[in-house]
């Protein structure tokens, strides 16, 4: 993981989060990006489920918008202070 990759995804959650473009799409994003450079993160499986799980205005046993949006945001938190530990250059 680059921190290029961490202010991809760091991008996408927020334009998931805040509704900007069809939130299927972003997922579909999300879920590329997190599986391509994320797999060793302790997160991983618990998003990867998550975004397995969501279905745009799903319900149970699906995940909506805002359930998916819950599980995003702590990742996004986690990713932030990443940033401020690491180097600009890693």
């Not at 990759?5 to 799409?25: H, M, R, S, Y």
């Not at 046993?61 to 890693?90: F, G, H, K």
């Amino acid at each position: 993981m680059t921190r290029r990759d961490v202010l991809d995804l760091l991008q996408l959650i927020e334009q998931f989060v805040n509704g900007g473009e069809p939130t299927k799409a972003i997922a579909a994003e999300i879920e590329g990006l997190v599986i391509e450079c994320f797999q060793d993160e302790p997160w991983f499986d618990d998003v990867s489920e998550a975004l397995a799980l969501f279905v745009p205005g799903g319900s149970t046993p699906y995940l909506d918008e805002s359930a998916l949006a819950a599980e995003l945001v702590p990742i996004a938190e986690a990713l932030r202070a990443a940033l401020q530990d690491a180097p600009n250059d890693a």
